[in-house]
């Protein structure tokens, strides 16, 4: 009896939406039609902000050609623009546009602002724009070093893990940067690409290397000449890298202590500046107060 039911339940849902399809047919032609039109504005939307980017692109590099600069200089820009995370074609050319459209920015803002009337403000705005992105550039650098810094421990960890299970070290790695991606995103991406040096035929310890030379952080440093040590001589990975791994965990304890022993020092300046003062004001102004009309008395 139960499967009868079920049955016209069924035969009676598929010949009710049969029955609404053809009745709404002029309707749900009219809404596929305007879902297809709008697909088709976002193609064209996406064709254009592709073709904008293109433009932008175009304007970065002929805007770069303005200012001459020697090779030697392009490669030092290039590997601070590295170490912070811009690796595309055309982050140099953008940056050094930059470095071109801000000084005249903000001359643009120093003549409408009205203070424009002696020649050393104009000096001071555009070495000041010309010198604020190197200024972002090094506090962006500085930024993805601390967040490599602070996932180091961590990813280690999972390499050891990684390790003890059985996995080789370029397969760890691997391992790794798709676990750890979301947690440590900075540190993962430099990961991703020692994985694919080595898929290209790179040597593990030049990909190493250069992961240390992009960074240019000490802890991994010392951990990438800590791997090829241990490749050389053929120790155990695992161990090596869990001893380097609690190696960096204590001298992130030794540098918070540091830090608590020197806020003592630190607090000498606000106490002397800020604190001292408003309680000398307390402690002594009403003592100032009685001696000042005991004085007038006697003057009196």
């Known amino acids: 009896m139960e499967i009868e039911i079920f049955a016209f339940l069924a035969i009676f849902i598929l010949?009710?939406?049969?029955?609404?399809?053809?009745?709404?047919?002029?309707?749900?032609?009219?809404?596929?039609?305007?879902?297809?039109?709008q697909n088709q504005e976002r193609g064209n939307l996406t064709k254009t902000i592709q073709q904008s980017g293109f433009s932008l692109a175009g304007v970065a590099s002929h805007l770069d050609k303005v200012i001459p600069k020697s090779q030697a200089e392009i490669g030092v820009t290039q590997q601070r623009l590295i170490r912070a995370?811009?690796?595309?074609?055309?982050?140099?050319?953008?940056?050094?546009?930059?470095?071109?459209?801000?000084?005249?920015?903000?001359?643009?803002?120093?003549?409408?602002?009205?203070?424009?009337?002696s020649f050393f403000l104009y000096i001071g705005a555009a070495g000041l724009g010309y010198l604020l992105p190197d200024f972002w550039l090094g506090k962006a650098i500085k930024g993805r070093q601390s967040k490599v810094r602070r996932g180091l421990p961590d990813v280690l960890d999972l390499l050891v893990i990684c390790i003890e299970a059985?996995?080789?070290?370029?397969?760890?790695t691997k391992r790794t940067t798709e676990e750890l991606m979301k947690a440590q995103p900075a540190l993962c991406d430099e990961l991703n690409i020692v994985v694919l040096e080595q898929r290209a035929g790179r040597p593990r310890a030049d990909c190493w290397k250069h992961l240390a030379d992009r960074t240019d952080v000490d802890s991994l440093r010392n951990l990438v000449s800590v791997l090829i040590q241990s490749e050389q001589f053929g120790t155990s990975i695992a161990k090596t890298l869990r001893i380097h791994s609690d190696t960096l965990r204590t001298q992130r304890i030794q540098q918070v202590e540091e830090m608590a022993a020197k806020t003592t020092v630190k607090l000498v300046f606000p106490l002397v500046l800020f604190i001292f003062p408003s309680l000398f004001l307390v402690v002594l102004g009403p003592a100032l107060i009685t001696m000042s009309d005991s004085f007038k008395v006697f003057s009196q």
Not at 19 to 35: C, D, H, K, P, T
Not at 166 to 172: F, I, P, R, W, Y
Request: hydrophobic share 50%.
């Open 15 to 37: 010949i009710a939406s049969g029955g609404l399809i053809l009745f709404y047919r002029e309707r749900v032609i009219q809404r596929l039609s305007a879902a297809i039109a």
């Open 166 to 172: 059985g996995l080789s070290l370029d397969q760890a």
């Open 85 to 117: 995370g811009y690796r595309t074609e055309n982050a140099i050319k953008v940056f050094n546009s930059v470095k071109l459209v801000v000084p005249v920015a903000l001359c643009a803002a120093v003549f409408f602002s009205g203070q424009g009337r």
